[in-house]
């Protein structure tokens, strides 16, 4: 089967999109609290699924949380404690690309941790994210899989891609011999962190459009009845004529000139 096309991408996305904004609604209506990790391999696709849930979603509720590398001092502390200040608040959302779990993944193929932080990152992780719940915040976890053809594939993309470029770090490039070793790491991490209170879900990202429709469909199936009886407050019109936008200052700058079509 081919990759799914745009305009059908387009067509499928947008009642998603409607029940993402009712489940928002709902989110703040009940001061519930929602927390979704995403992983996967680089190139996966985290970035896309993460702004097909957030982009017709107020910023003010929900929050896309990208951690850069710990500072000298973050990195004496607990490994969990910068994450947990990032955590939502009564209703939010907070959508995580890339987690605590980075120490499940590049922090251990790369050598970035020690052996036992390693080992007690998969003893602490469940015991932190059972607290989580017990706390009542709504934890999804999902893991966005990709072939590494497909990841060669992207990864080529970037490089001839100025728009792009910024994605490709030397990481990255480090990474890109270390396939199976990935894979190895992210099974460890399943064996250890798959909990009932707090499962992983399994994504196919190797078509990324059809990859987020899944993971859209999924996420909304999984949470309760997110329907809001409240009612749109009336926009009654104007009294008047409408005024025009006047300066007396500042005029605005010439606009981006554009061919007459």
Not at 29 to 54: M, N, P, Y
Request: net charge positive; with cysteine; proline share 6%.
């Amino acid at each position: 089967m081919g990759k799914l096309k745009r305009k059908d991408y387009d067509a499928l996305l947008q009642p998603l999109q409607l029940e993402l904004t009712a489940m928002a609604r709902w989110v703040q209506h009940t001061g519930q609290r929602l927390l979704v990790l995403f992983e996967g391999r680089d190139t996966a696709g985290k970035g896309g699924a993460i702004q097909a849930i957030s982009q017709h979603l107020n910023p003010r509720q929900c929050r896309v949380v990208a951690l850069p590398k710990p500072t000298d001092r973050e990195a004496t502390q607990w490994y969990f404690q910068r994450y947990a200040s990032h955590l939502p608040a009564a209703g939010e959302i907070v959508l995580m690309d890339r987690s605590w779990y980075n120490r499940a993944g590049v922090e251990r193929v790369m050598g970035y941790c020690s052996e036992s932080e390693y080992q007690r990152f998969l003893r602490q992780a469940p015991v932190f994210e059972q607290l989580l719940v017990d706390e009542g915040i709504l934890l999804f976890k999902y893991w966005l899989c990709v072939d590494q053809a497909q990841q060669e594939k992207r990864f080529a993309e970037r490089h001839v891609d100025p728009l792009k470029g910024w994605k490709l770090s030397p990481v990255d490039l480090k990474s890109r011999s270390k396939y199976s070793a990935y894979t190895e790491a992210r099974e460890a991490m399943l064996r250890a962190t798959h909990r009932e209170q707090a499962p992983w879900t399994l994504v196919d990202f190797n078509d990324q459009r059809l990859g987020r429709l899944t993971l859209v469909r999924n996420l909304l199936d999984r949470l309760p009845d997110t329907r809001v009886d409240a009612p749109l407050p009336e926009l009654p019109g104007l009294k008047g004529k409408l005024h025009r936008e006047h300066y007396d200052v500042l005029k605005p700058i010439e606009a981006f000139p554009v061919e007459a079509r």
